[in-house]
């Protein structure tokens, strides 16, 4: 890790009011809703009430939109790589700055809504369930993080946005699309052609490998629980992220950097 | 001029990408075949998962131990990678009380399966019947209860319902024979979709595991339900005896109407739970004639000898059975098969204009 880019990566975020605003929205939104819903409902002043790790997603793509695409487009990239800096590091170094803020976010966020929670009902102090959400949150932020990463090594600007939000909405037409089979084939309980089964078979894996690349997380409160999803997610934890760093690695390096786009 | 460890920009992470190709490789195999990911997870588990001090049992054994000490068996059906199979195995089943409550009442008998479809030659020889006996259509870990004098019933004759009722698991006054069986209550998330008709017909089984309550309470409807006996409804029974009166006795009072259950068995379930539980077949039941009920035990012939000649008298070979006796021509009338509420009634109304009892048009 390079700590000065680290250091600046934060320095250009803090510059930026929009994802300012973005990021105070999205800590004050779950604080909202759920005294709202304390107001609301007396039942649930006895529950912890804490926001999903999926919040962590959230943050890591307000930090990270941009992150790379962002210097490319200002030809700040150039400025940086004329230092005695492999590409490598300095992609590791965006990744690590990235999932290291959306971490600290979403667990600051965390931590005031356990706090709240215990303030009102004390005996959940001893509630471990928002140990495993602090933990799945890291999880989700770095491997978001390193998706972003990827994708913003493709482009400059924030086209790396638009590139996600493509690639997701591809995703549910061809699942529309797709649909029909699927549903014909849970009907006959796998008693279809060869054809729908392999078909089916493959939707599947495509749809497994989709919501792994954009939900890159490891289930920790389901297997403290006793799930066996370890040894799985964990391969595809890994799988996503070194995939990601490697392939923006590799793109970066065949790429000429101008001082300035012009 | 000191030397750096600097050799450009471009130097590439091999060892990242080999990392990356790696976990690739293994994230791909592992998407299209799930169910290996699932059986190493298992395997590298398993040294550190704690093991149920449990006395396993091979089946052939168990059975024979079943006749002797007349133990209902347990069979835990546990799939490698099944979470509920691990839960229950490395956390339920270790409870002191649980494994202690096991090993005194039942008679435990392990069914580890990794091989999907589930067929009797993939569980091995001892094995043979067994995956019809529980009906293991699709992929299902739990615990399945076989009591010991229906070890060689099927699935369906053995999730008897009619016990429910004195259990109290069930309400008697609104009973439906097709969907409530002693399992229903423990198959949480089946009950919906394509799988419906294959709740009502499955021995009395564990699918899901939450906490230990649950599972003692699950162990003890297991060892108590199946030693219970039948439900009678609603009908006031009169003593087998009448069905010796004499002739002259038979013409002052009501007529006599025998019915024929079996102890087990799917259909004299359904007839005790459809038809003995309704109010108003009782009622015209007990007020249009005198019922006696004659039980007999498929699974138990030894107890039935005494009773054997009335099925041969009245030309009965499946039960359960219905006989209006004291006909005006002296013939008793039969409704055998499928009967129900509506057809019984219709059965008894017809029956009434060969009754030696009622007056003349």
């Known amino acids: ?262 | 001029m000191a030397r750096t460890k600097y050799k450009g920009t471009r130097k590439q992470p091999l060892l990242l990408y080999l990392v990356a190709g790696c976990s690739f490789m293994l994230a791909s195999f592992l998407c299209v075949d799930k169910e290996f990911g699932l059986n190493i997870t298992y395997d590298l588990s398993s040294p550190f998962r704690k093991q149920p001090p449990i006395k396993w049992r091979s089946r052939t054994q168990a059975i024979s131990e079943a006749k002797l000490t007349r133990k209902p068996l347990l069979y835990a059906v546990l799939y490698k990678g099944d979470e509920f199979a691990y839960r229950l195995e490395s956390d339920g089943l270790c409870q002191p009380e649980i494994y202690n409550y096991v090993n005194e009442n039942f008679i435990p008998v392990k069914v580890p399966v990794s091989v999907q479809p589930v067929t009797d030659e993939s569980l091995g020889k001892e094995f043979k019947g067994f995956t019809h006996q529980v009906n293991m259509d699709y992929q299902q870990s739990g615990l399945y209860v076989v009591p010991y004098r229906l070890l060689d019933a099927s699935g369906r004759d053995i999730a008897s319902t009619a016990n429910l009722i004195e259990l109290g698991a069930t309400d008697p006054e609104n009973v439906n024979p097709y969907g409530d069986s002693y399992g229903q209550r423990f198959e949480m998330g089946r009950s919906s979709g394509a799988f419906d008709s294959l709740g009502a017909h499955k021995p009395p089984l564990l699918v899901r595991y939450r906490d230990k309550e649950d599972l003692l309470e699950y162990l003890y409807l297991a060892k108590t339900w199946h030693t219970l006996k039948p439900t009678r409804g609603l009908v006031k029974w009169q003593p087998s005896s009448i069905l010796n009166e004499k002739t002259s006795v038979r013409a002052q009072v009501k007529p006599r109407m025998l019915f024929l259950l079996a102890d087990a068995g799917y259909d004299s379930d359904y007839f005790r739970l459809s038809s003995l539980h309704s109010k108003k077949l009782a009622a015209i039941i007990n007020s249009k004639t005198r019922p006696v009920l004659v039980e007999y035990h498929p699974y138990e012939p030894a107890l039935d000898k005494d009773i054997e000649y009335l099925k041969k008298q009245y030309g009965v070979n499946t039960l359960p059975a219905v006989i209006l006796l004291d006909t005006k021509d002296g013939k008793p009338v039969v409704q055998r098969g499928n009967i129900y509420e509506g057809s019984l009634i219709d059965f008894i109304e017809s029956g009434r204009n060969k009754l030696a009892t009622d007056s003349e048009p």
């Open chain 1, 1 to 262: 890790m390079n700590r000065a880019i680290c250091v600046n990566t934060w320095r250009q975020f803090k510059s930026n009011n929009v994802r300012l605003i973005l990021l105070t929205l999205l800590i004050l939104a779950p604080l909202a809703h759920f005294t709202w819903r304390r107001c609301t409902y007396e039942y649930d002043l006895m529950e912890d009430m804490i926001s999903y790790p999926f919040v962590a997603s959230l943050f890591a793509l307000i930090w990270g939109v941009g992150v790379i695409s962002c210097e490319r487009q200002h030809g700040t990239i150039s400025l940086v790589l004329a230092r005695p800096l492999t590409v490598s590091r300095y992609v590791l170094s965006k990744w690590f700055a990235v999932g290291f803020a959306a971490s600290l976010c979403s667990l600051q966020c965390l931590f005031v809504e356990h706090a709240v929670s215990v303030i009102l009902y004390p005996p959940l102090l001893s509630n471990l369930d928002f140990v495993a959400n602090g933990l799945e949150r890291v999880i989700l932020a770095f491997g978001t993080a390193s998706m972003l990463i990827f994708y913003s090594s493709l482009v400059t600007g924030l086209k790396d946005l638009a590139l996600i939000v493509g690639t997701l909405f591809a995703g549910m037409v061809g699942m529309q699309f797709l649909r029909p089979i699927l549903i014909s084939e849970v009907c006959m309980r796998g008693a279809g052609t060869a054809g729908q089964q392999f078909m089916t078979h493959l939707t599947n894996v495509v749809g497994s490998g989709f919501a792994v690349f954009f939900f890159p997380n490891i289930p920790v409160s389901e297997i403290l629980n006793g799930s066996s999803a370890i040894f799985t997610s964990t391969i595809n934890f890994v799988c996503v992220v070194t995939v990601c760093l490697s392939l923006a690695i590799f793109f970066l390096s065949r790429k000429e950097f101008s001082y300035g786009q012009d």
